[in-house]
C-alpha cells in the first residue's frame, strides 16, 4: 500500500509562522486609529487615508513578490518583504504629519504582500500533494486568522504601557524575527516539463483570455472591502456607537470593561471564528465545487452585515456578529487560491493569484478611506456598511459561472 503525504510538513509549519506574525501586526492597525488620530489632531479621513494606500500598496506588491519568488526564489521574495515592513513601521514610528504617515504605509504594504498570502500559498501549494493542498492552503489561511486573534490585543495592551510610537518598534523587531523560518521553506518544482517550460507570458495571457478568471478577479474585490473597512473601523465604530458595559454584566464579569477593550475583542473574536471557518472550507473544497462555495460565501456575509447593521448596535450584537462574520472572513481565501491553482496550474499560482488579489486590495482601499470619508462627511459609517451589503450579493453572483476545468494549452 501507498504511504499518504503527510499533511504537516515542516514548509506548511514555517509558512504558517510567517503568515501569522504578519497579519498579526497588519490586523492590530484599527486599533491605533484614535490614538494616532488624538494626539495630532488629525481628521478621520487622514489616518484612514494612510490605512487605505497601505492596502493598496500591498494589492500591488502582491503580483510584483510573486513574480520575484517565482524568478529569484521564495527565500529571496520573503526577506525583501520582511526588511521592507520593517522599515515602513519604523519610520511610521517617527511620522508626524498625515502625508509622511501615509507615504512609509506604502513600505507596510509591499512589506505585508512579501510576507502573506501571494508568496507564502504559492510555497505552501507546491509542496502540497494534490488530496492535502486544499486542507494545507486553508491551515496557511487560518493561522492569518490566528495573528488576527491576538495582534489587536496584545496591541491595546502594549499601548496602555507605551506609546503607539514604541509599539511600532517592536513589531519592526518582530516582523524581522521571522526570517529564523526561512530554511524550512523549501518547495519543489512542478516535475511536469511542460509546465516548466511554459514562460509566465504564456500563462498570463492564457488566463487573461479566459472569462473565469476576470470573474475571479471582480468577485474578490468584496472580500477585501469588507475586510478593510471591518479591520480599520471596527474598532472605532464599536467604540462610538455601542452601549455601556454594564457592571456585573457578562462582559465585565471576564474583563470588558469599556467599548474600547470591546472593539479590540471583536477583532480578536472575527480572528478566533474564521479558524474553524478557514479551515472547514479547506475540507469542503477538496470535496465540492469551490465557485459554489464562494458564492454561498458572499451570500452569507451579505445577509450578515445586512441584518447587524438594521439591529440596534449593543455589545451582544457585536459579539454575535463578530462569531458569524468571522466564520466567513478568510474562508474565500483557500478557495479562491485552490481554484486558481486548478484551473491555471501550480507553476505561476503566486503571480496568478497575486493578480486576482490586487482586486482584493482594491476593494480594501476604498474600504478603508470612504469609512473615513464619509464618517467625516456624515458623522456614521451607515452609508459604508450598506456599501458592503451590495458588493457582497455583486460577489455572490458572478461565481456562479466561472468554469472550474482545467485550462489547457491552446
Known sequence: ???????????????????????AIRASFGVFQIPIASEFNW?????????????????????????????????????LGALTYAAG??????????????LYEILVGFGIAGTG??????????????????????????????GQVFGAPVAEFMLSAMTWQSVFLVFAAVILAVLAMLPMMRAPEPVD??????????????????????????????????????????????????????????LHNIGITTTSALGAVAI???????????????WLGHRYSKKNLLAGIYLGRTLIAAAFIMTPITPAT???FSVSMGALWLATVPLTSGLIAQIYGLRYMGTLYGIVFFSHQLGSFMGVWLGGKLYDLHGDYSVVWWVGVGVGAFSAIV?????ERRLQAA
Open 1 to 23: 500500500m501507498q504511504k499518504s503525504a503527510p499533511l504537516i510538513t515542516p514548509v506548511l509549519i514555517a509558512g504558517c509562522t510567517i503568515i501569522l506574525i504578519s497579519f
Open 43 to 79: 481628521p478621520r479621513a487622514e489616518f484612514s487615508l494612510a490605512i487605505a494606500i497601505q492596502n493598496l500598496a500591498w494589492g500591488i506588491g502582491q503580483p510584483i513578490f510573486g513574480a520575484l519568488a517565482e524568478k529569484l526564489g521564495d527565500q529571496k521574495a520573503i526577506i
Open 89 to 102: 513601521l519604523v519610520l511610521s514610528s517617527f511620522a508626524v504629519t498625515p502625508e509622511a504617515h501615509q
Open 117 to 146: 498570502f501571494g508568496v507564502i500559498l504559492a510555497v505552501v501549494g507546491r509542496a502540497s500533494s494534490d488530496d492535502n493542498r486544499s486542507m494545507s492552503l486553508a491551515i496557511a489561511t487560518a493561522a492569518g486568522s490566528a
Open 193 to 250: 516539463r511542460s509546465v516548466i517550460e511554459e514562460s509566465m507570458g504564456t500563462i498570463l495571457r492564457r488566463a487573461f483570455r479566459d472569462p473565469s478568471y476576470t470573474l475571479i478577479f471582480l468577485g474578490f474585490f468584496s472580500c477585501g472591502y469588507q475586510l478593510g473597512f471591518i479591520t480599520a473601523h471596527f474598532p472605532a465604530f464599536v467604540t462610538e456607537m455601542c452601549g455601556p458595559i454594564l457592571p456585573g454584566g457578562a
Open 268 to 282: 480578536s473574536l472575527i480572528g478566533l471564528a474564521n479558524i474553524a471557518g478557514t479551515l472547514t472550507a479547506g
Open 318 to 320: 457585536v459579539i454575535l
Open 399 to 403: 461565481h456562479l459561472p466561472v468554469k
